[in-house]
């Protein structure tokens, strides 16, 4: 069966409060992002993810918030060649490009689209919706939770995976040691979201809900690659950046040799629509 698809309603949100903390992604800080996690990572999320994926067969998967399509090629794995996987995204240029990845698919569709506004699918479309690193963006919590479990069938998971208010403290610290100033409450307030917001919606949402908390490291192997990451992060974006501060006036603050750790703590959490 296809995922059902529909139009995808510009319908003003409704239920819970309304507000905009969500970050503009751009290729090149995604991507150099993700490269760190790759390289410098002890633990890969791709590894978590097919574990949990292989917990059960999986048919029709919404990869929702999708990027570029950094996760697709599990899915699609996972789905097999009766399955199918459909993401979406915001981002028309990070959905383009997930097109060119993914050219050779056909049992994949994606699309431009809001988690902020109803999803263009039909109730009971999915049996896994994947989130990762994006359902933290969302303006309304609830609103964006009911979404997601209109269009899970009766069996359907949830997965949202994102970071916890430990997560990357070493970079808050050293923003502060730059600039003198903390991060600013939108970088807050997304990286306490999953577990303060989401978590005590789902419960009240999904019939049944768990957390777990995965922790891992990233050891930069010197100040330049610690560097390059913090300059892909939204917390340099808003304050450093602004404020005019080359990679060179950021590279004082560093020791000059010697490797950085950054601690990347996560959580994932797992809700059922069916108790
Ligand atoms: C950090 S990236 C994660 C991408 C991918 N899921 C991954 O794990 O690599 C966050 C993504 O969420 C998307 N996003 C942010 N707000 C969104 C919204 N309201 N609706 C849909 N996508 C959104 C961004 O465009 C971006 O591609």
Redesign the pocket.
């Known amino acids: 069966m296809r995922a059902g698809v529909r139009e995808q309603a510009r319908s003003p949100i409704r239920g819970g409060p309304e507000m905009d903390i969500?970050?503009?992604?751009t290729q090149d800080r995604?991507t150099s992002?993700?490269r760190a996690h790759k390289l410098f990572g002890n633990f890969d999320i791709t590894d978590w993810i097919d574990d949990f994926l292989g917990r059960r067969p999986r048919v029709n998967i919404l990869?929702?918030?999708?990027?570029?399509g950094?996760?697709i090629d599990l899915y699609l794995r996972h789905a097999g060649k009766t399955g199918t996987v459909t993401g979406?995204?915001?981002?028309a240029a990070?959905i383009a490009r997930a097109r060119d990845r993914y050219s050779d698919a056909e049992n994949l569709s994606l699309h431009v689209?809001?988690?902020?506004e109803e999803l263009p699918f039909e109730d009971g479309s999915f049996d896994l919706c994947m989130?990762?690193?994006?359902v933290y963006?969302?303006?309304n919590a609830e609103f964006t939770l009911r979404e997601m479990h209109r269009v899970l069938g009766e069996n359907g998971e949830l997965v949202m995976?994102g970071p916890t208010a430990n997560n990357v403290a070493e970079l808050y610290e050293f923003n502060e040691k730059v600039t003198g100033r903390k991060a600013d409450d939108k970088t807050l307030r997304r990286s306490e979201r999953i577990v303060n917001e989401f978590l005590p919606l789902a419960l009240g949402i999904f019939g049944g809900v768990q957390a777990e908390v995965i922790n891992s490291v990233l050891t930069f192997p010197n100040r330049d690659e610690f560097l390059r990451y913090f300059c892909s992060t939204l917390l340099y974006e808003e304050i450093a950046e602004r404020e005019g501060l080359s990679l060179d006036d950021l590279k004082a603050y560093c020791p000059p040799s010697g490797t950085m750790p950054v601690s990347k703590e996560m959580v994932a959490v797992v809700a059922t629509k069916s108790a």
């Open positions: 969500s970050y503009h992604e995604l992002r993700i990869d929702l918030g999708c990027g570029d950094n996760h979406a995204d915001r981002d990070l689209g809001s988690m902020d989130v990762t690193f994006a963006n969302a303006k995976i």
